[in-house]
């Protein structure tokens, strides 16, 4: 971490740009907390590595401060379970100003009044949100694009579309993206730094609030109920035509039936 000076009053003043670095690995990290040293926090795991931090969310999501390149790779490697390439990613520089407002000054800019830990846990939980939507962001609009050419086909040439595997799937994709978003990431629930330090409440809102984090989560969740929505009525649909095919069969099958009943009467 870069070299600090101190002002009148004994607040360390970071003249350098602290780096932050967050990335998102996956959909669960399994964390083995007994490995690490200096813990400050179990939930998130937090921990200071060299002169810097680390903040890990058991959904996948990792928020380095202050850490040089070294020493992100040796927390990947030993708490990464096999996860190299990033899902999602996001670098900004953290400004250390005892005397100005907290929050984001500029894109990839954020300003605090110190680097202290109950600070880093409220910045890691808006950077691990943040990714963590964004890459349930790009899902939701993948899903979009697979429901628009069954939707087109409905509306233009009113057949109802094939597949009800594909559909079903479409359900679970959107029924799980749910899941991520509102129980996983909990995205409108506060960090429990904040219950410990209820000054820093004004930090957190104006994070919150600059990168809509609630927003994003509400509409991420409308999204996925309307996904939900569209395939249970394409799924309806199916199972509608197919109960009329085999209905139509039935009646097939009880003519053939009769037909076969009455030449036989005939012949005998």
Known sequence: M????????????????????????GDRLTLDRPTARDVLSTAPLCFQKDDGYVVIFRYGAMIFVGLREASEQSVLAQFGQGHTVPLEEERLDLLIRPDQEEGLTSPGSVQIKALTPARVLILADI??????LARYEREIAGVFDTIEPAANTLAVEGR???????????IGASLLAQ??????????????A??????????????????EIVE?????????DVVASAAETFTDMIDTARSARLELLIVILILAELVIAAITLVRG
């Open 2 to 25: 870069p070299e600090a000076a101190v002002t009148p009053i004994g607040i360390p003043v970071i003249d350098t740009p602290v780096p932050v670095h967050a990335v998102l690995l």
């Open 127 to 132: 950077l691990a949100k943040s990714i963590a």
């Open 160 to 170: 109802v579309p094939r597949g009800r595997k594909a559909l079903l799937r479409l």
């Open 179 to 192: 899941h991520r978003v509102s129980g996983r990431i909990a995205f409108a629930e506060k960090p429990e």
């Open 194 to 211: 904040l219950w410990d330090h209820p000054e820093l409440e004004r930090l957190y809102a104006r994070l919150e609030d600059e990168y």
């Open 216 to 224: 994003r989560g509400t509409l991420l969740n409308g999204k996925v």
